[in-house]
């Protein structure tokens, strides 16, 4: 799926910028990379995309669960020189078949060129963009992530915000989702960004 192919290139990247700053002896670069990925990237929206196919249960749920649990696993390897006793106990707590009972025999993650999507990175990046970009005028205009609204999304990139639909559904509290290449939605709240424009109804919000 994109947000899978998204997920594994961007830690894929990582792998390589914290090899870079270890060989440059960049410690704390090194660190906040670490600390950025985890939180902003992992966290912040892999997590909250995976949920929805945790949540569908079946062939879906496996597959995401184990792009989970090798991103997870992976990284707390590169962590682990940092913050070696923390790195332990979350090891020790992961479904690991076959991956040796402790983090400190495993072999540093390397970078991987079959890892490596960058049009699912561009693709991602897109999708993203106008979910920030309509919470954060939902979020000006005091409207409840708890009130849903249709989101009209017009765009030259049809087929990779039609894979992202379910991603507004669950972060940008979309009702529903239709995109077209344009729209005319009168008594519309509008939000541009570089790859799409975005209405919705104004009577949906209040």
Partial sequence: SL????????????????????????IGVAVQKLYDFIWDI??????????????????????VKAVLVYVMSETLKLLHPFMPFITEEIWQTLPLEGMGETIMTQKFPEFEESL?????????????EAITAIRTRRNEMNIPPSKKAKVYIA????????????????????????????????????????????????????
């Fill in 3 to 26: 947000e899978d192919k998204w997920i594994l290139s961007k830690y894929n990247s990582l792998v390589k910028d914290v090899t870079d700053n270890l060989d440059k002896f960049e």
């Fill in 42 to 63: 992992f966290c912040d929206w892999y997590i909250e995309l995976a949920k929805i196919r945790l949540q569908a249960g079946g062939e879906k749920a496996k597959q």
């Fill in 116 to 128: 490596n999507f960058p049009e699912a990175e561009a693709e991602m990046a897109k999708v993203m």
């Fill in 155 to 206: 765009t030259k990139c049809q087929s990779t915000f039609e894979e992202g639909k379910k991603f507004f559904e669950k972060l940008a509290s979309a009702s529903e989702v239709e995109v077209g290449e344009s729209f005319e939605i009168e008594g519309s709240v509008s939000v541009i960004t570089e790859a799409a424009k975005i209405f919705i109804p104004l009577n949906e919000l209040v």
